[in-house]
Every structure is written in C-alpha cells, then in structure tokens.
C-alpha cells in the first residue's frame, strides 16, 4: 500500500471472523476497502495527516451488523406512529392515543403500532366498539407486533369500505361480529390493506407486503420525494445501531427505485436487498414474466434483488399459523389448524420454478405444518432441477416438529431466525405463545439451538418494525433467554455463534462471503466499532453495549457525538 489509509481504528478487540488473524488489535481502510489488519503499532505506523483516526479505548470491532429478515419501508414509517408498546387496558390507550391524535390533525388515519393481542387483558378480544370509546369521529387504527392483525374503529372500516365486510385472499379474514357487521378485526394483508391505504403514505410502505406490486396509481413525484425521505430516516436509524446491511422481506420495483435514488443522491448509509414478492393468489408465470427482470435491472453492491420471498401461513398468536393439528383450547374450535396461504401444489409449483430460474428463495413458515410443507418444497425443487448452491432460507421456523430439524441440514436449507420473537427473549410476553401450544409442540418451538446442533445453518435477523431494529437486545435474547421452566428445553446460543449469525453468516446467506462478513485486507469497509468489549460482558448486561461508530462501504454513517 502506497497511500495513506482513510481511516484507521486503533486499540481494537477485533473479532475478525478470520482464522488467519483472530487476534487483531487495529485495521486500516483505503478506499472502500479494509487495507490492513493487525496490531495498532502496524496499523498506526501507515496512517498520514489526513487519515481519520477512531480508537476504539478496548472495545469490539467486528463486521458491520447486517439484519437479513427486515420490512424496512413499514419500519422507517412506523419510527414515527405512536407505539403503544408496554400499554395495557383501555384507559391507558386513551391517555396515549387521544393527545398524539390532537397533535397530528391532519393525519387521515390515526395509526399505532406495537398493540399487544392481549392489551385489553387475556382472553379480551378488542373490537370496534373499544376503539370507538377512545376515537368515536376520526378513523383510528392500530397494528399487532407481528404485522399480522390490525384493529380498526367504525370510522376506519366505513371509510375503507370494510364494516359490511367483503371477499379477501385465502388465508385473510374479515373478522364479523354478532350484529353481521366487521368487528375491527382485520386478520391478515388481504383484509387490512385497505385501512392502510389511509395511511400518511398511502399504504405504498406496505405495498410491497400486501400486494407485492407497485402502488397504484403510480406516486407522485411529491410523493416519491416523501418515501424517499422517510426510508433514509428508517436507513439512518439502522446506521445508529451498527448495522450496515438489511435483507428486506417484502418489495416491488418501486422501493428498487426508491433505493437506488438514494444511492445517487449519497443517502444511502446501509446496503439493501429487495426480493420479489410472490402471493398465495399471483400466478407462477410470474417469476418469469417479472423477477427475472427485475433481478436484472438491480444487481448493485448497495441496491439488489435475488431472492423471492412468500407467505406460506400467519402467526400463532391469531391463530393462523398453519399446523399439523388443531390449536388447543378456544383457538382450535371448528377444527382451526391455521389458514393455507397457498394450496400446497400451487406452492410448490412456485419454489420449483423459482429455484429453476435460479433465485433463492424465503418463505415465511411458522407453524409446524407450514414448516413441513416448505422443507417439502424445496426437497420437491431439489429432484426435480438437481442440486445446486441454492441457500434456501425459512424465515421463524418457531414450531417445528422435532423429526424435521434433521431434514434442514440434510437439505441445505438455511434457518432464518429473530431470536428476540422468543417467548424467551424478553420483548413479548413470555405467556403468549404457550397457551396456543400443545404440551408435544413445545420441544421443538424456538429450538434455535437444536437446529444449530443438528448441523443447519442459522441466521440472526429482528423482522423490523415486528420488533426493533435495535441489534442489542436482540443478542441479549440470545444468549441470556428467560427460563420458562422445565417444558422448554435450554437455547441459549453463545456470543460468538450469535455475533457470526448476525454479520459473517449473514454475508453468506445473500452470497457476498467473498467481499463481506470478515475484517480481512480486500474485504468491502463494513465495520461496527462498539463502545464495550462485548466479551466482557455478562450475557445479561450485553445491553449496555452499543455502537460507537458504524462505517459502510467505507464511509462513516453513524458516529455517537
């Protein structure tokens, strides 16, 4: 190297993910380029006058965070709803919403996010009528964590079009009440979408989810400018928390768009995959017609598109998580098993064709049905197009049946996990899930450890805005998970397994382990300086930490004051 670096960090305890050097002190950056890795001594020796020095007092440096499972349009517009996360019974919902309502007047829909299932106590449904005690005259609405369910006052269903109810997507419901009108609970994008078109943003930060298509009719160009803006707040939140690569879960061509605009104009702080998206009613030829395409057109370093992303079932808490047998208790009354997304065959029609054209695919599965039926999938692509490096990835995989774990690693299949959506993982509710499970599920419900025991590969991601985005507790869920006693077996994972999940192995699941995911000369600058030695932390005090300084294709895109 003849030239200065452009940044050096020094006095680093770097986890490089590099065997040749795990013990480096310090690195040195050219360019958008890691140069040099090695002691400080070495590395502080190349700097010249106009290298930009961090030091790094003793605390990690490890690989840019890349969170492989994120929503990233409906995170960085939901940064600024209200988020009713932690409140409970309706009096308290009134003290939140009432005062932010009176402060967003112009707002079309009054919309929250983050509502618990069991906000107005356990086994309390919440309807219109609660919703319309607290907002009787304004269209109010309210989003569940898990993106599945959305609550809605009359107000907000009379104007969507939804308080007669109506026909939706297999696998969505109109939920109706007693008096033949819609409840206000709208199970599912099929039967929500419509109440999020009133959003501030027209629904187009959910489109990609909802409908998997463009919006219609196309933004303007006012519009475009307002998209624009409130991702690259959603962008440099990420930034804030280390993370320098995101793998978006829902997409169209328009937030490819949307993306690439901010790359030109330097508001881009992360790197961002967008997949196709394929629903349950959109017919298999189009793969052909339009993924092939649209992966085409966006093969960038920053903005690209290579995987395929599908629903196969819901979420356990709404019951419409596909299982192998009817939920106990209420839940599984008239035989409810969950809802089919898609027919299997049409499913498996999809994956065999997508794996033919060469994508990865993500399917979202998390009931033990939907599990099975995916693994089934991608063994039915794998004999019928051969094997290949594919990576397929199931996203949650929270109940599995213990018989299939075996079958991912035999099968390749990657096991996306969020290890904060844990009923152990300290940000929901530990008894949420536990009472929609029999007793012989829960051996194989969140058995992260098994499934890395049983020789899968395992990625770490948060499924933003499901959860925050923020990277800490969500490691914290990981290797310091509560104790749910003695049904649900020991999961903790351990730090380095749980960091190489989140950077290296992330790299590796969207192909760029060559360029990615290591701090080794030649690799791209994507490096998080954090402001502990994470190793020396307790796993209960890993919260403590955070990051210090965030640098991306070597250019520093978060730096704490």
Known sequence: MTNAPDIVVLNGALITFDDA???????????NRIAAVGTSDEIRAMAGPETRVIDAKGATVLPGFIDSHVHLFGGS??????????????????????????????????????????????????????????????????????HHTVWANTAALEEAGLLQGGAVDAGSEIVMGGDGLASGELLEPGAYGPVLKMTNHGGREMAGLVTGRDPVPAPSEAERAADRD?????????AEQGITGLHCMDGNRYQLELLSDLERAGRLPCRVAVPFHLKGTDKVERLAEEAVSMHADYTGEKVWCSHVKMFIDGVVESGTALMLQPYPGPMGADGNAGDEVFTQEH???????????????????????????????????????????SRH??????????DDIPRLAELDIVASIQPGHSPKGHIFPPTGVSKYLHDHQIPGAYATQDIRAAGARVVFSTDWPVMPVDVMPNIKAAIAPLDMGEKWSDQT?????????????????????DRKGRLSPGMLADVVVMDHDLTALAPADITRAAAQVTICDGEITWQRG
């Open 21 to 31: 050097m795990p013990g480096a002190e310090a690195l040195a950056i050219a360019g």
């Open 347 to 389: 499913f498996v029609a999809a994956c065999v064709e997508a794996d033919r054209l060469g994508f990865q695919i993500a399917v979202h599965a998390i009931g033990d049905a939907g599990v099975r039926r995916t693994i089934d999938a991608y063994e039915t692509a794998l004999k019928t197009n051969g094997k290949r490096d």
């Open 230 to 238: 409130v991702i690259a707040a959603g962008l440099r939140h990420c």
């Open 77 to 146: 517009f939901e940064l600024s709803c209200l988020n009713l996360y932690g409140v409970h019974g309706r009096d308290e919902m009134a003290e939140k919403i009432r005062p932010y309502a009176a402060a967003n007047p112009d707002h079309r829909l009054v919309f929250c996010v983050m509502a618990d299932y069991a906000i107005l106590g356990t086994g309390k449904n919440l309807t219109r009528h609660d919703l319309d005690v607290i907002m009787p005259d304004r269209p109010l609405a309210m989003f569940a964590p898990d």
């Open 493 to 513: 994972q351990s730090l380095m397994d749980t960091l190489a999940s989140y950077t290296r192995d992330n790299a590796w699941v969207e192909f760029r382990e």
């Open 393 to 402: 990835r199931i996203e949650h995989l929270e109940v599995m049946h213990t």
